[in-house]
């Protein structure tokens, strides 16, 4: 176990949020329920769904190193 201090609750609240962003959007049925606009003959349903993942991976390596911190040894 290392001796890194915890972050602080700003970084913690920060964390939060952004993780329950990537939790909540994709619950948000009407934002992609549809076929258009096509993208490269892709419908819309397809590829946000492709975007959505992209973004939760991002979303979730920022929420990680918000809270890890930049301080490793």
Same mark, same amino acid.
């Given at each position: 176990?290392?001796?890194?201090?915890?972050?602080?609750? #700003?970084?913690?609240? @920060? @964390?939060?949020? +952004?993780?329950? &962003? !990537?939790?909540? &959007?994709?619950?948000?049925?009407?934002?992609? !329920?549809?076929?258009?606009?096509?993208? @490269?003959? +892709?419908? *819309? *349903?397809?590829?946000? $769904? *492709? %975007?959505?993942?992209?973004?939760?991976?991002? %979303?979730?390596?920022? @929420?990680?190193?918000? &809270? $890890? #911190?930049?301080?490793?040894?």
């Amino acid at each position: 176990m290392t001796d890194r201090p915890m972050p602080g609750p #700003g970084r913690l609240y @920060a @964390a939060g949020v +952004i993780l329950a &962003v !990537a939790i909540v &959007v994709p619950l948000l049925t009407w934002t992609y !329920a549809k076929e258009s606009p096509d993208l @490269a003959g +892709i419908p *819309f *349903f397809f590829w946000y $769904q *492709f %975007l959505l993942v992209i973004l939760s991976v991002i %979303l979730t390596s920022v @929420a990680y190193w918000l &809270v $890890q #911190g930049r301080g490793r040894r």
